[in-house]
């Protein structure tokens, strides 16, 4: 008997894991340069979407170490299809409270805040996305975020 629930329980968690995958159409973490990234250092995600129906949500999320010296931080990004630029924009991300505790998840002195960037959002055509992404931050070398991501689901 114990056999049998443990097969039903292990089918359970893979077709739960399953089903939440199935929507997701690209995910990817780019690694930043311990030392800081650059003020001009663009971050590049590239992706190809065929379904010009279905909303899609894109989500960026930022991981930083607690060593972070901000509440925040500003990114320029842009959505590119093709080579054309189709959406400019300015985000500014909160990765503290105001009492200075972080937001997000994270284990250890590293954190992580995903931020919806685009929802609703419909490919106008089936092809190649690139979103780009910098930081627009007052200080040329930007020091304690590791990694920049992106993830694109079908809502």
């Known amino acids: 008997m114990n056999h049998i629930i443990r097969i039903i329980a292990i089918a359970m968690v893979a077709f739960s894991s399953i089903s ?3 929507g997701e ?3 990817h973490y780019e690694a930043l340069p311990i ?11 590239t992706f190809s979407a065929n379904d010009t129906i ?3 949500q894109l989500v960026l999320s930022v991981r930083h170490f607690e060593t972070y010296p901000y509440q925040n931080i ?10 054309e630029v189709v959406k400019s924009d300015t985000l500014e991300f909160y990765l503290a409270n105001q009492r200075g505790q972080w937001l997000g998840n994270g ?33 040329q070398s930007l020091r304690g ?7 694109v689901t079908q809502e």
């Open 145 to 151: 975020v590791s990694d920049i991501g992106l993830i």
């Open 35 to 45: 030392s800081g990234w650059e003020a001009d250092s663009v971050v590049d995600f």
């Open 107 to 139: 284990f250890g002195n590293r954190k992580e805040m995903p931020m919806l960037y685009r929802q609703g959002y419909r490919f106008p055509h089936s092809g190649e996305y690139r979103v780009r992404v910098k930081h627009g931050m007052r200080q």
């Open 74 to 83: 500003w990114l320029f990004t842009e959505l590119y299809e093709g080579e």
């Open 20 to 22: 939440c995958q199935r």
């Open 54 to 56: 279905s909303p899609y």
């Open 25 to 27: 159409l690209y995910s």
